[in-house]
């Protein structure tokens, strides 16, 4: 009975990478990621100006944005190590591009939580990345 339920578990284990290699990457997986990448642009903004109103800790702010961080170097790599589908080699240059532009950012203000001069300038930053993010989820819905 066991050896038929690892039996069971193997090949469904195996079916899935099986489905999943033959299943080209497309634009909606891009999608997910820009879209990935604006939530995070858009949460470190609202974490900005929660500290600025005075509404959080330093440290808590530091947390956040060093998950938020990570969130983006997640989402950089990923993007980085999959192969383009053909057509679609400018967008992932543009989606590799922001997600660089924001785990920068996003570094910046993990490791400056204290300045308010930094988070002045790495919100600009991430106002633009979150302006270009929802332009190329945009384009990618076409």
């Known amino acids: 009975?066991?050896?038929i339920i690892a039996l069971l578990v193997v090949g469904g284990a195996l079916w899935w990478i099986v489905a999943d290699t033959n299943n080209p990457d497309d634009p909606g997986r891009?999608?997910?990621e820009?879209?990935?990448l604006r939530s995070s642009a858009a949460e470190a903004l609202k974490l900005i100006?929660?500290?600025e109103a005075g509404r959080l800790t330093?440290?808590?702010?530091?947390?956040?944005?060093?998950?938020?961080h990570e969130k983006?170097?997640?989402?950089?790599?990923?993007?980085?190590?999959?192969?383009p589908q053909p057509g679609l080699e400018e967008?992932?240059?543009?989606?590799?591009?922001?997600?660089?532009?924001a785990e920068a950012a996003l570094n910046r203000l993990s490791a400056a939580?204290?300045?308010?001069?930094?988070?002045?300038g790495t919100s600009a930053k991430l106002q633009e990345v979150l302006r270009l993010a929802a332009g190329l989820e945009k384009s990618l819905q076409q």
Do not use: C
Request: no cysteine; net charge positive; glycine share 2%.
């Open 30 to 32: 891009l999608k997910i």
């Open 58 to 68: 330093n440290h808590f702010f530091q947390v956040e944005t060093s998950l938020l």
């Open 49 to 51: 100006e929660q500290i």
């Open 91 to 101: 967008k992932y240059r543009q989606a590799s591009d922001l997600a660089d532009q």
């Open 113 to 120: 939580a204290d300045s308010k001069e930094i988070r002045q």
């Open 72 to 83: 983006a170097g997640s989402v950089l790599k990923k993007i980085r190590s999959t192969p």
């Open 1 to 3: 009975m066991q050896w």
């Open 34 to 36: 820009v879209a990935s």
